[in-house]
């Protein structure tokens, strides 16, 4: 079973180095997001909550009006929604990273993906295609 046309073995170690470099992008993106914090809090603002950039609790803090007026139930609602508020902002980030590994150029069309033939053939000859 061949995967690769006549003539297409010169275009490995191209594919080969894209992958490397989109691989290389993405750990230096993760490596960022985790010293990254982010903030979000409750609807009150009397709860908040710190994230690293790869969404990891670091923090809850809790003003003590909080404390005071609220409820266990309440409190723990505040907190939650807190945490997700900051886990959402940290979302953005992600999105960054994940959207980041062609280089920031234009979002390409299925043609111009490189691995696009490849796949094709696969398929086509697995008899998907």
């Given amino acids: ?12 170690p191209r594919l080969f180095r894209e992958i490397e470099r989109m691989a290389d992008t993405f750990s230096d993106g993760m490596r960022e997001l985790d010293e990254r914090k982010v903030t979000g809090a409750d609807g009150s603002g009397r709860v908040v909550a710190t994230v690293t950039g790869s969404a990891k609790l670091l923090h809850v803090r809790i003003d003590p009006r909080a404390m005071r007026d609220l409820d266990h139930v309440a409190l723990s609602q505040a907190v939650l929604d807190a945490v997700g508020a900051a886990r959402r902002a940290a979302a953005g980030g992600l999105d ?9 150029r234009p979002q390409s069309g299925p043609e111009d993906n490189p691995f696009a033939r490849y796949f094709d053939a696969f398929l086509r000859e697995d008899g998907h295609g």
């Fill in 96 to 104: 960054e990273i994940l959207g980041g590994p062609n280089g920031d």
């Fill in 1 to 12: 079973m061949t995967h690769i046309g006549a003539g297409d073995e010169e275009d490995l």
